[in-house]
């Protein structure tokens, strides 16, 4: 079942009625989490001409999940020009931290970041973000039909058989296999980096760069904070690692 995030306020999901003596737990979730940046107008029309500078001087780009787009290199974060929206995505990413309960002495890093400019019928295959924590998506220009963000459940053999329900169109949560995300501009959106995604076909009809749905894709790390160091759990600890280098 897709659920289309617009600034529409969700309905509640049905709980358990109260006539059953069944309790019932959720466990094992997927977040995904979103924000409406304030200021976004002046913001993305600042990042649209740094981007399409970018994409002039480097037509080819590089080839990642994108098909028929252009895909910039991704050093995004190591250049000034782009610091702004930098900065927002680490504000997002410490309230991310606080709201699930990381450790206070850690810290964000963002390990790479990259443009993404979808032509008409271009869009991202299905995949994942190895080797990082947090990954997600800034959109700049959205067009109209220009292709959703589509979250798949991580857990394939909920997929083996699925349940034949009364109600298709009012599935719990827990029940949902997929999850579609409308492109909306000056949304910042963060989910686990395990979580399989891709974005659909821009199907936009108008012409040239009206057409181009427009974005930032990123990753980001955990580390302890500088000076900070893990105290040794007790018990059965294995003594930490160890190298070829530090055998004598």
């Not at 443009?115 to 947090?134: C, E, F, L, M």
């Amino acid at each position: 079942m897709a659920r289309l995030s617009g600034k529409k306020k969700q309905p509640e999901q049905p709980g358990i009625r109260k006539q059953f003596q069944v309790q019932q737990e959720m466990f094992f979730s997927s977040p995904i989490f979103f924000k409406d940046l304030s200021g976004s107008e002046k913001l993305n029309t600042y990042l649209l001409k740094h981007l399409k500078s970018w994409r002039k001087r480097d037509l080819k780009g590089i080839v990642r999940s994108n098909s028929l787009g252009w895909h910039s290199a991704v050093d995004m974060h190591q250049r000034k020009e782009y610091h702004g929206l930098l900065k927002e995505m680490f504000t997002m990413q410490e309230e991310i931290y606080q709201l699930e309960g990381y450790h206070k002495d850690t810290e964000a890093y963002c390990d790479n970041m990259w443009g993404n400019i979808n032509y008409k019928y271009s869009h991202n295959k299905n995949h994942v973000h190895p080797g990082a924590q947090w990954s997600g998506v800034y959109y700049i220009k959205t067009p109209p039909n220009c292709g959703q963000i589509w979250f798949t459940d991580p857990c394939g053999q909920r997929h083996i058989d699925i349940p034949i329900f009364a109600d298709k169109k009012n599935k719990p949560k827990h029940q949902w296999r997929e999850v579609h995300y409308e492109a909306i501009e000056g949304r910042l959106i963060m989910f686990p980096a395990w979580l399989t995604h891709e974005v659909a076909q821009n199907m936009c009809d108008l012409k040239g760069e009206d057409g181009w749905r427009v974005s930032v894709s990123f990753n980001f790390k955990q580390r302890w904070k500088k000076g900070k160091v893990a105290k040794p759990p007790k018990g059965h600890d294995n003594g930490g690692i160890i190298d070829k280098n530090s055998l004598k």
